[in-house]
């Protein structure tokens, strides 16, 4: 099971950090994914990471404001999120999938099999 934490109500402009915690299973043989859903439109990949430091992926559209990292003492991924936009208003989600130590991680959500329930992020003022 995965749980997500840390959305809310932020203005543009604005950060949050996201946290994926994972329970029942460890983390380290995982590549994790960040996807978002807004309403009406598709879940689209955000940014993953494989298990392997420095293995990142991000969608062009988060580049440069979007961090990915891992903390596997703490079981946990997070996405800090900076300079949000009002486009980056949906519920995110994270995902896992158990992969080979030195493959890239992907921004397909096909390629996930184990999904946490979301956490909404709104960006308005």
Excluded: H
């Amino acid at each position: 099971q995965l749980v997500e934490s840390g959305g809310g109500l932020v203005q543009p402009g604005g950060s949050l950090r996201l946290s994926c915690a994972a329970s029942r299973f460890t983390l380290d043989y995982y590549a994790i994914g960040w996807f978002r859903q807004a309403p009406g439109k598709e879940r689209e990949g955000v940014s993953c990471i494989g298990r392997k430091d420095g293995s990142t992926s991000y969608a062009d559209s988060v580049k440069g404001r979007f961090t990915i990292s891992r903390d596997n003492a703490k079981n946990t991924v997070y996405l800090q999120m900076n300079s949000l936009k009002t486009e980056d208003t949906a519920v995110y989600y994270c995902a896992a999938i158990r992969q080979g130590l030195f493959r890239l991680c992907a921004l397909s959500p096909k390629e996930y099999d184990t999904w946490g329930q979301g956490t909404q992020v709104t960006v308005s003022s």
